[in-house]
């Protein structure tokens, strides 16, 4: 079982920034692909980022792939010494104004089997 808290959200002015953290408990999770999803009211959850873990015989090799709506401004990023995923969120928008969640997919085959409570992301203009 793994337990995930984000913890970050706030409110924030348009062009401001943010940097939501998803702290993880439990089993490691350093081979689990993430994700950092949202959902604005009215509106069904989206994946903003996933970041896919493979091990390459030396080491483990990350990398992110985002949607179109935040590339160029949200970046992903883990720790997995400190079992913690990052969004950092930068030029926000008010479109960016959702709750956000951090997923666990433990196989990496795109199933997300464990979720986090969310937290609020509110841009203002």
């Known amino acids: 079982q793994v337990q995930l808290v984000e913890s970050g959200g706030g409110l924030v002015q348009a062009g401001g920034s943010l940097r939501l953290s998803c702290a993880a408990s439990?089993?490691?999770?350093?081979?689990?692909?993430m994700g950092w999803f949202r959902q604005a009211p009215g509106k069904e959850r989206e994946i903003v980022a996933r970041?896919?873990?493979?091990?390459?015989?030396?080491?483990?090799?990350?990398?992110?792939n985002y949607a179109d709506s935040v590339k160029g401004r949200f970046t992903a990023s883990r720790d997995n010494s400190r079992n913690v995923v990052y969004l950092q969120m930068n030029s926000l928008k008010l479109e960016d104004t959702a709750v956000y969640y951090c997923?666990?997919?433990?196989?990496?085959?795109?199933?997300?089997?464990?979720w986090g409570q969310g937290t609020q992301v509110t841009v203002s203009s």
């Open positions: 997923a666990a997919d433990p196989s990496s085959s795109g199933q997300y089997d464990f």
């Open positions: 439990g089993r490691t999770f350093s081979s689990y692909a």
């Open positions: 970041i896919r873990i493979n091990w390459n015989g030396g080491g483990w090799i990350s990398s992110t």
